[in-house]
């Protein structure tokens, strides 16, 4: 299956550049202080400037998905969420699918059963894998912060206290990692034995994935395997979000590694479907209340078109229509 | 039975022997390796050329789907890729919905096209990816170092044949965007891949014709204005004959309060004509000031099929018309996708509607500040608020001899949210009235599988397939609760879902609802009524039976 080993391979060779480059090269100031830098330009500026290029093309028409009752009648009661009329309606709406993936909760999975028979069965595995998967990721990008203040901030303590609840290890064990690593291994399986899915993925899809896995498998050796040295770490973190541009000091060779495939996923993110991050919030589908009988929605570029006016019509059947006894304008 | 439709034994056997994805089986041959097969029964006769002439279209010829060479103009490649870009400009949508996309598959089961041919195109997300291959091979650098990585591929005919295959295969029903997380709607890309296909006319002749026939008649059968009226005149005849009661509709009448437009399907085909009977019962009954006009005598747009500029062209004469003669506001009759361009276009392309008034029930006094903007307020919402105030008289028992179930139109659904206003009416106008499954109704409906202009003859074999899974709901109350009555608010759907239910389901037959309320309806100073407005035999009305009527 080339759809899914070149993209195994790629990430395995991406790991591969700086430990040659650290280890033999002797290249740490360029994985440690350029390519990270680098990286968070790129990102920032990339995503920034596809948003923009998204939100300057117009919205010509009004054309929310409707899953839910339309405001009418008084006493027929709307749907708030899922045919928003107002504007906070739609916002909810919105927001509803960015942290809870409420149109993916619908999902379904068709059956084609004996003697021409349809069967839908519910099925919540891809909202379910896909919430645990990015809920973990934003619990555990939320946790490195404290990587790069001089004072730990609060929230992050609290994290740490609650993603290490489960205090049977030394260092604490972090409930995401092991979250964030079963919702990946579920996430390719899911790829790779369902026939669908294996048709319609594309190298593109298995990809980040795998960048993702080898990122977070990186990380668990770092923490519990070979218990890399942190401070030195934090130090250099820190110099980075001061602009400083200090070799690092010595640090493991692992952390080059995770830190150079952090820098990929984060130069790869703003070119690829990861932008989905972004698109949520403007799909014209899902971000826009279902109020265009009763507002008028202005299209910037209405384009000018000529019609056939009445009294064109009205010349063409004249005499018909005066058989007709229907009324006219022009005898 | 159509000769373009395999027997149903014959299909039945398919679907239980051919492996196919949907039933799990992968074989290694990639999307894009497939091959396309145009024969009988899955492709639509090509535009005419007069057609495309009187239009104004491109590249008028005789062409058939099943030719090798299709007689593209030449420089096709670039006017295709400058259409695309030119409406990648114009439409945060396509663009958004050709970026977003990470292929996770949950639209993938949701179209009835592929739950009927098990084809893998057929899944929404791959029928994007047709035209979104295309649309990345806009960075050609990538994909020469990392050749297959971002699945991109070059505009060959190839792909023009795949394109008029697959987007014909599409219904624009929206169902798979009601799963996709991102709400990525595949219909918006099936709407501007067929523009672009009209640019190099690869088209379709049951969609062109009635929009050229729109153009001129003012309706899509082509009907001209004293054929119209004829028309109507002769349900006036069968209406008083059935009940004893003169209904009296009058034509392009100035100063009227409403001008009321719907689908002329509803003039003209069967069984649309008695849900024509059943408004004109109802706005006698209740002595509505209403008009209908022979110019806008079309409430369908096939145009919404063809492009954007059509669909604005042709909805342009509802308003024209509406300001000629001096109404207050529009009332629109049962249909799914005209209600899709009056409720999400038409104030947007044709509007402000400034000079009409803000629609006001007559009768209830009921404001329809829904419709402040547009100015025109769907029949069904309009029965609704009469029943709801108990402005009607109605006998449900009329339509005993019905067991029904309710059709959700894909467009009434999922791009206007209109759910209960037709079920209480149906509540009200009838006993017998049985949801089908849960996954199969509302915002999850199931398209007839003819929508957006493949309602022709020579598409049986897809119509039929495509229609399955809405068929299949169909059986299922069938058989628990003995329905025999499938009630939709379209008039597609009561062209489209009768040749669909004696394929499947012989012996369930389509009913418009408003058909059912002319059934109910207890007119003034009618006769004795022991059928209904198809002249079957009601039940426990039988002459002679000692009803309490
Ligand atoms: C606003 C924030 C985000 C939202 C609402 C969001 C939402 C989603 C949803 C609904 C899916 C499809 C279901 C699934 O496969 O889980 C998805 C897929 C995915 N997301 Fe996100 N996402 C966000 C941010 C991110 C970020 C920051 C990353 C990575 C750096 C990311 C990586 C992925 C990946 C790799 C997939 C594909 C999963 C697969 O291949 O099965 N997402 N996202
Ligand atoms: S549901 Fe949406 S994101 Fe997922 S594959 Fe389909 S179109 Fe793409
Ligand atoms: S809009 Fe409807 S017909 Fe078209 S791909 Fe989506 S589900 Fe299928």
């Given at each position: 299956m080339k759809k899914v080993l070149m993209p195994l391979v790629m990430v395995a060779i991406l790991a591969l550049i700086p430990f040659v480059g650290v280890q033999y090269a002797g290249l740490s100031y360029l994985f440690g202080v350029i390519i990270p830098f680098a990286a968070i330009v790129v990102l920032l500026a990339g995503f920034l400037l596809r948003m923009a290029d998204w939100m300057r093309r117009p919205v010509p028409f009004r054309i929310p998905t409707t899953c839910g009752q339309e405001k009418s009648l008084d006493w027929i009661k709307y749907?708030?969420?899922?045919?928003?009329?107002h504007f906070w309606e739609a916002v909810a709406r919105v927001l509803s699918e960015v942290f809870f993936f409420r149109s993916l909760f619908r999902n379904t999975r068709a059956e084609l059963h004996k003697d021409a028979n349809l069967a839908y069965g519910s099925h919540k595995w891809l909202w379910l894998g896909g919430l645990a998967f990015h809920w973990s990721l934003l619990i555990i990008v939320l946790r490195h912060s404290r990587f790069f203040f001089v004072m730990v901030p609060g929230f992050t303590d609290f994290l740490d206290h609650a993603d290490g609840f489960l205090d049977v290890t030394l260092p604490t064990f972090y409930i995401t990692d092991a979250v964030v690593l079963a919702a990946i291994t579920f996430l390719v399986l899911r790829r790779l034995m369902d026939a669908k899915m294996r048709l319609i993925s594309l190298q593109t899809d298995y990809f980040p994935l795998f960048l993702i896995a080898a990122i977070v498998v990186v990380g668990v050796l770092m923490r519990y395997v070979v218990r890399l040295n942190i401070m030195p770490v934090k130090d250099q973190m820190l110099r980075l979000v001061n602009f400083s541009f200090d070799a690092p000091g010595e640090i493991g060779t692992l952390f080059y590694v995770h830190l150079f495939l952090v820098s990929v996923l984060a130069i790869y993110f703003p070119f690829s479907k990861l932008m989905h991050a972004g698109a949520i919030f403007l799909s014209p589908t899902r971000n826009l209340s279902n109020n265009s009988r009763q507002k008028r929605h202005i299209n910037p570029w209405n384009s000018a078109i000529k019609f056939r006016t009445y009294s064109e019509y009205e010349d063409d059947y004249r005499e018909k229509m005066k058989k007709a006894n229907l009324p006219i304008e022009k005898q | 039975m159509s000769k373009y439709a395999p027997k149903l034994s014959e299909l039945k056997k398919e679907f239980d022997e051919k492996p196919t994805v949907l039933k799990g089986d992968y074989s290694p041959q990639e999307w894009w390796e497939r091959p396309v097969e145009f024969r009988d029964g899955n492709w639509c006769f090509s535009g005419k050329p007069e057609v495309l002439q009187d239009l104004g279209f491109a590249n008028p010829r005789k062409w058939a789907a099943t030719d090798d060479d299709w007689q593209l103009p030449p420089g096709w490649q670039k006017t295709i890729s400058e259409g695309l870009q030119s409406r990648l400009k114009k439409y945060r949508s396509l663009k958004l919905f050709l970026d977003a996309c990470v292929r996770c598959g949950a639209c993938a089961d949701k179209c009835h096209f592929f739950l009927g041919t098990?084809?893998?195109?057929?899944m929404p997300v791959v029928r994007a990816e047709l035209l979104r291959s295309v649309y990345r091979n806009d960075f050609p650098l990538v994909e020469k170092i990392l050749k297959g990585f971002s699945g991109s591929r070059k505009l060959t005919e190839a792909v023009i044949k795949e394109w008029h295959m697959y987007f014909h295969q599409c219904t624009e029903c929206r169902r798979c965007s009601v799963f996709c997380p991102f709400g990525i709607d595949t219909a918006e890309i099936t709407m501007m891949v067929r523009e672009l296909l009209n640019l190099i006319g690869v088209n379709n002749n049951w969609i062109l014709a009635p929009v050229s026939n729109c153009n001129r008649t003012g309706n899509h059968l082509g009907i001209e204005p004293h054929t119209f009226v004829q028309n109507i005149n002769s349900l006036v005849e069968d209406i008083e004959d059935l009940t004893g009661v003169a209904v009296e509709p009058t034509f392009?009448?100035?100063?009227?309060?409403v001008l009321f437009i719907t689908p002329s399907g509803d003039v003209f085909g069967d069984p649309g004509v008695y849900t024509m009977m059943g408004y004109l019962l109802l706005f006698h009954h209740i002595g509505l000031d209403y008009t209908i006009s022979t110019y806008a005598s079309e409430g369908g747009n096939f145009g919404m099929f063809t492009s954007n500029d059509m669909m604005k062209k042709l909805n342009a004469k509802m308003y024209h018309e509406a300001k000629r003669l001096g109404v207050k506001w529009l009332l629109g009759g049962e249909c799914g996708h005209m209600w899709r361009v009056v409720h999400q276009y038409m104030n947007t392309m044709n509007g402000p509607a400034d000079f009409l008034e803000v629609p006001v029930s007559p009768i209830t006094g009921t404001r329809f500040s829904n419709a402040a903007a547009t100015k025109m307020v769907h029949i069904a919402e309009f029965t609704a608020d009469l029943i709801h105030n108990k402005k009607l008289k109605l006998d449900p028992k009329r339509n005993d001899h019905l067991r029904t179930t309710f059709h959700d139109s894909c467009n009434v659904a999922r791009g206007m949210g209109m759910f209960e206003e037709p079920r209480s009416i149906l509540r009200n106008v009838c006993n017998s009235f049985h949801e089908m499954a849960e996954d199969t109704i509302r915002e999850k409906t199931f398209c007839c599988g003819s929508g957006s202009g493949l309602n022709a003859e020579e598409y049986m074999e897809i119509r039929m397939r495509g229609g399955f899974p809405r068929a299949n709901a169909v059986k299922q109350v069938k058989d628990r609760h003995k329905v025999n009555s499938l009630v939709t608010i379209c008039a597609i759907d009561r062209a489209s879902l009768p040749p669909l239910m004696n394929y499947w389901n012989p012996g369930v037959s389509v009913y418009g609802l408003h058909e059912l309320v002319g059934n109910a309806l207890v007119m003034q100073g009618e006769k004795k009524r022991t059928t209904d407005l198809r002249e079957n035999a009601m039940a426990g009305f039988e002459d002679g039976g000692d009803d309490e009527e």
């Open positions: 749907d708030r969420l899922e045919s928003p009329a | 098990g084809d893998p195109k057929n392009n009448r100035k100063g009227a309060e």
